[in-house]
């Protein structure tokens, strides 16, 4: 399973980015995608999750700013990302939850999640 994640990038406060991820692979299914953000110093924290109901959760911090979302085509998510804050400043990641993928000899592998490599975010006048 890889995720491909883009968008990010550099962002006046109050502004707007859109970050997208698609999961590629022989992926059979994927519980649910989200965001996840490290700041420097800090740890890594869930930003925005959804699982394929289409059921959100958001970090209190980003809730009323960013919209999580999943697209047409399968295994991609989004994260619309509006007024944007300085402290939004982080490097985000793409998350696959518990995917399931077919391996070299067609048989079925679970795993307890993927990551993407990241896209930096950089929230700066």
């Known amino acids: 399973v890889q995720l491909q994640a883009s968008g990010g990038g550099l962002a006046q406060p109050g502004g707007s980015l859109t970050l997208s991820c698609a999961a590629s692979g022989r992926i059979l299914s994927i519980s649910g995608m989200g965001w996840y953000r490290q700041a420097p110093g800090s740890r890594r924290e869930l930003v925005a999750f959804?699982?394929?109901?289409?059921?959100?959760n958001y970090a209190d911090s980003v809730k009323g700013r960013f919209t999580i979302s999943r697209g047409n085509a399968k295994n991609t998510v989004y994260l619309q990302m509006n007024s944007l804050k300085p402290e939004d400043t982080a490097v985000y990641y793409c998350?696959?939850?518990?995917?399931?993928?077919?391996?070299?000899?067609?048989?079925?592998?679970?795993?307890?999640?993927?990551w993407g490599t990241g896209t930096q975010v950089t929230v700066s006048s």
């Open positions: 959804i699982t394929t109901g289409g059921s959100t």
């Open positions: 998350n696959a939850d518990q995917p399931v993928y077919l391996d070299y000899s067609d048989s079925p592998v679970a795993l307890r999640d993927a």
